[in-house]
């Protein structure tokens, strides 16, 4: 996967962490609501003055942002969960986490 599509990612999945409709976000760093989705989607780059509201909007350093390379595709992360689950085995309290965690994931 390129860059473009890996920060688009990692924009997409921070916006969403904070609660941010594509619309309040691209409100909130001056572009359009079309441009935000081109470069969320990887068809486009940020521009440095783009990347430096991002950082303050979703309030996150370079590091955090750029920090894409543990993003998988969602297969490949399904199989990594189902091994460690399997893994787990019979465990009885850290299958406990596991559902609350994921039901908590659920909430909206």
Do not use: C, H, W
């Not at 955090?64 to 893994?87: G, H, S």
């Amino acid at each position: 996967m390129g860059i473009k599509k890996e920060l688009g990612k990692q924009i997409k999945r921070m916006r969403t962490a904070k609660g941010y409709t594509q619309e309040e976000l691209s409100e909130m760093v001056d572009i359009s609501q079309r441009a935000l989705s081109s470069i969320e989607l990887g068809y486009n780059f940020a521009t440095a003055e783009t990347i430096d509201k991002l950082l303050k909007a979703l309030d996150v350093t370079n590091e955090e942002l750029f920090a894409t390379n543990y993003l998988k595709e969602t297969p490949v992360l399904l199989k990594m969960i189902n091994r460690n689950i399997a893994e787990i085995g019979d465990n009885p309290e850290k299958l406990e986490i596991i559902y609350n965690l994921t039901k908590s994931l659920n909430r909206k």
